[in-house]
């Protein structure tokens, strides 16, 4: 395993090059736990990352810093391979993962994070359409799951957050949804059309956690959603249609 870090110092200049080796670095005055960790991290981040994803150039040394002293406190193989996404992602499009994400992140518990990934199934990009509250309940996700999510600072449930859509055509309205893996297209005859939806919308550290689990495949699109969202947008008299996303 040494073998295959070492390896990875050939990647450039980036900010799994500069957690590598401040990593080694630590290893011989860190415990054992410790080690453990991290390797797992490390390993998974390895077993993900080809090298002609790697972006060359002047490592973000401060946002480095930030994840390897954060990282390396996990003792918790879902959370280690958890920032092993955020560590592939920083790599593959630098500035994708914020500091603050890297900062929020140890504070949550495996079952705050099992209750975001059920909401998580939902989203569209840094949002979810709001729904009656029954609908969400009877998805495991009550309303002081949703107080609890917004305490630690993922999502903002604020009553009067609203996400205004503009059409993509000029001859008439369109637009697309773009869930886990279903792409919602909602269209209507009148081109100055409107949509116009209630919203629970993701903070910052909410979509990073997102996007990371939805980039990994454990995000599936939730049918019975989709269906309850088609219905909204049915008694506000748009057109949909569906599609997977391959």
């Not at 480095?64 to 959370?79: K, Q, R």
């Not at 990009?125 to 309303?143: C, H, I, M, Q």
């Amino acid at each position: 395993f040494v073998h295959r870090l070492s390896a990875l110092f050939l990647l450039g200049g980036n900010p799994v090059l500069f957690c590598f080796k401040r990593s080694l670095l630590t290893l011989l005055l860190s415990p054992r736990l410790f080690l453990l960790d991290i390797a797992l991290c490390f390993r998974t981040t390895y077993s993900k990352l080809d090298g002609d994803e790697v972006v060359d150039g002047a490592p973000d040394q401060d946002w480095a810093a930030t994840f390897f002293t954060h990282a390396a406190d996990t003792a918790d193989p879902e959370f280690a391979r958890l920032w092993a996404r955020l560590l592939v992602q920083e790599v593959r499009r630098p500035g994708a993962v914020p500091c603050g994400a890297l900062v929020r992140l140890p504070s949550l518990s495996k079952t705050i994070l099992a209750v975001f990934r059920r909401l998580s199934a939902f989203a569209v990009n840094n949002f979810v359409v709001r729904l009656e509250p029954s609908f969400f309940e009877g998805k495991d996700l009550t309303s002081d799951d949703m107080l609890l999510l917004e305490e630690y600072g993922l999502i903002r449930t604020n009553r009067d957050l609203n996400r205004v859509f503009q059409s993509q055509r000029e001859d008439r309205f369109s637009t697309n949804l773009l869930y886990a893996d279903k792409a919602l297209r909602i269209t209507h005859d009148h081109p100055d059309k409107q949509l116009v939806l209630s919203c629970i919308r993701l903070t910052e550290f909410g979509t990073t956690l997102c996007r990371a689990l939805l980039e990994e495949g454990e995000l599936r699109s939730d049918t019975d959603y989709i269906i309850e969202v088609v219905r909204l947008l049915q008694r506000q008299g748009f057109h949909t249609a569906q599609a997977d996303i391959l």
